[in-house]
């Protein structure tokens, strides 16, 4: 809580420095606060929609909440962004899109 505080005060200081939102980010997902965590990410996105990070985190995000349609979408511009990594896990997510639509049937 203490390190979260801080990074709020951070934030604060600094008028919403876009890889201080990506740490709190990555800080509220590390306690499975997942709402709030996309929400920081995506604040970061909106801040500078350069940071690869932020997408493929909130992508991983939002595979964690059984959200693949929106991750996938995120994988995306995270691996156009130069992060390849978020090019092994777009396939990843739409397995998880087939799966869900086949039980939607």
């Known amino acids: 809580q203490r390190a979260l505080a801080d990074i709020d005060s951070a934030i604060r200081q600094t008028n919403n420095n876009a890889i201080l939102l990506y740490n709190r980010g990555c800080m509220l997902y590390d306690t499975n606060e997942l709402d709030k965590a996309i929400d920081a990410f995506t604040q970061a ?35 156009e962004l ?24």
């Open 82 to 105: 130069g992060l390849s990594q978020a090019y092994n896990l777009i396939r990843q997510a739409a397995k998880e899109i087939q799966k869900q639509q086949g039980e939607k049937k």
């Open 45 to 79: 996105i909106e801040t500078d929609n350069k940071v690869a990070q932020a997408y493929y985190n909130r992508a991983i995000t939002y595979m964690k909440q059984g959200k693949p349609q929106q991750a996938l979408s995120d994988f995306s511009k995270a691996g």
